[in-house]
């Protein structure tokens, strides 16, 4: 009699297994649905004409959008200008419009990240491939190569274009058939092509190691000038208007330690105006204060310097702890913040006068991107966009008051769009969403993390669709790279974040609590969280955000404790194996893609963006450096780890992980790879962006969900 209840109860447990395993393996939609939408990059506003381009990027097969006004800015016409028809794994960028005529060039192949590097081939097209400067005309719509390099400006008369190859400067003219040549010959490697106003100089960079020079060519008599030359690294060239000035921006030259440690404060930079045909001298306008702001940091934009009415400069800078548009008067004095509060600008782009400035920024909503209008000289704010999109990469047409930018929200993916003041924005992607992209998404939850160690941490919560509450899912934690990033309540405006967010998506649909962490370090909450203090190579601070992030979902009554792992890329995939390393008692699995491993050999090998330095930090910051790898912790590395890969990455060297598997094996952990050879950091194929994803859900099921 007594065995009655038991065997019921047994029966009961049974079931309840049963509607668990089937719950939480059950999706409604694939991950080839979920990054099935084109996403759009590179937008950009023609300098006449009320025109947009940008790039389309549909499952790997990259093309070049227009978008043309018909009547006063009012309505769009958009049609694809090329005609790409594979994921070849080619990509597209530097769009420039042609002046005066019905073309614009644009180049494709190569990693745009890392330009001077050889052209990545993840196709193995027996060919080989090249990085191709080309020319579209809008009436043919058939693209022709002018040259090889990157980095296109167009000179305003549209006669001319200038570009780099191999940190030289080249000329062609912009038609089938013209000859490029090197425009002149100077010693460092050049950057930051800027025309005059009036098409008859050009500003330029020349990087050479711990310091760098402003330089102008006039083309009339083919002379060469230096502005103002200096000990520090010299850069952003801007033209004044009417073209007798150039303003330029001066950091001073600082040892690699800053590579290594985060440093909030600095020696001071400053802002220079130079005027042409003069032999007085160089001006200060701008220098910034000791302390908070004295490190330069820009904003996303191209442009960091905005010439505006009244002769005055606009620019970026963090000196009440937020990264805000300040301006000054073009011939020194008190600088003027414009946009003050407790959040951060992030892109910027002026009209064509100066009159009105577009900023996207986080005021008021930290996990998303809202556009402002800012109005000068009166620095009167109208806010645009709000509620529950995100509005990000603004541009403006050149009858000044249309603007084009990226949105999305939580359900629907990034769409390029157009608006006039005070109307509402319409979408210019011609290109409809797939009829099976996933309508079932759920919308993350902001969440902020129980301060740890001085610092309260910032994540969204992605929780499955509804099921039966007795049930305990596994729990995953998404780790992003940079590590200055953020992820956003919404999908994201950058490619690799975008396919991070529907890889989340999917995880919840298949039954994972997943929490995006949006650790110290980056971006979003201020100068103090982007620069935590020992973060990285300096003592790997922002572990105490991952342990957090641990606590929070083990407190959590949905969540299976022992059913705990981690996911991330780049500085994801070093903090991923951080946590297992350190942790396997919490972290049960992980996805490890093309992370950082070892910050000792890492912090002696890198450059500071512009120089390199001998390995002659002091030895304690190489000690703790070493502390703060996985490689020195991986004596108590218990739990599995699928480490992803391409062997072509230019940003993390391949050999971090080949090193780490290789101490892994000698203390008996488990681990599998999947690697893609000649692949980069940044996948160029969909195809790599599937196969990763695929492997890493059977890796995550096997382990978390399965188990």
Known sequence: MRLQP?????????????????????????????????????????PEGNRFAWVSNSAGRRNVWLATSQAAGSDYNSHSLTRNSRDDGQDIGDLAFVPRRN???????????????????????????????????????????????????????????????????????????????????????????????????LAFVSNRGDHSFIGVYAFADQSLRWIDPSLGFDFEPRWSP??????????????????IRPHRIGEPWSIRVATMG?????????????????????????????????DRLVFPAESDGWLHLYAVSARGGEAQVLTPGNFEIEYAAASKDGSTIIFAGNMGDIDRRHLWQLTLPSAAMTALTQGQGIETAPVIASDGSTIAFLHSDAKLPMRAAVMKAHESAVDLHAEILPKDFPSSLVTPESVVLPARAGVAAHAQLFLPASTPSAIRHPAVIFLHGGPVRQMLAGWHYRGYYSNAYGFNQYLASRGYVVLALNYRS???????YRKAEHSGAAGASEYNDLLAAADYLRGRLDVDATRIGLWGGSYGGYLTALGLARNSDVFSAGVDMHGVHDWYRYSLGRRDGRAYYPPDLPADALATALAASPTDSVS???????????????????????????????????????????????FL??????????????????NLLRR
């Open 522 to 528: 980056g971006i979003g909450y201020g100068l103090d």
């Open 278 to 310: 003069s032999d007085g001298p160089t001006i200060e306008v701008y220098r910034s204060p000791r302390g908070a702001g004295s490190v330069f940091y820009a904003l996303s934009s191209d442009s960091q310097l905005l010439w505006t009415p009244g």
């Open 242 to 259: 009417d073209g007798t000035r150039i303003a330029f921006l001066r950091v001073p030259s600082t040892h690699a330690e800053v590579e």
């Open 685 to 702: 194929r969909h195809e790599s962006w599937l196969r990763a994803y695929h492997a890493a859900a059977d890796f995550l099921d096997r």
């Open 6 to 46: 038991i065997l019921m109860l047994c029966m009961a447990v049974t079931w309840l297994g049963r509607a668990t395993a089937a719950t939480l393996g059950s999706t409604d939609f694939s991950i080839e649905q979920i990054l099935s939408a084109a996403f759009p990059s590179s937008l950009i506003a023609a």
């Open 636 to 682: 108590t590395w218990r739990s599995p780890v699928l480490f992803i890969h391409g062997d072509d990455d230019h940003n993390v060297d391949f050999s971090e992980t080949v090193r780490l598997a290789e101490s892994l094996r000698a203390h008996g952990v488990v681990y599998s790879d999947l690697v893609f050879p000649d692949e980069v950091h940044d």
């Open 103 to 201: 073309a614009l060039v644009f180049v494709r192949g190569g990693d745009f990240d890392n330009p001077d590097k050889p052209a990545p081939n993840p196709l193995h097209l027996a060919a080989g491939v090249e990085q191709d400067l080309l020319l579209v005309d809008f009436n043919s719509g058939v693209p022709h190569r002018l040259a090889e390099g990157h980095a296109p400006s167009v000179s305003p008369s549209g006669d001319r274009v200038v570009f780099l190859h191999k940190g030289e400067i080249w000329t062609v003219a912009p038609h089938t058939g013209a000859k490029a040549a090197q425009l002149f010959k100077v010693r460092g490697d050049l950057d930051e092509l800027r025309f005059s106003p009036d098409g008859t100089k």
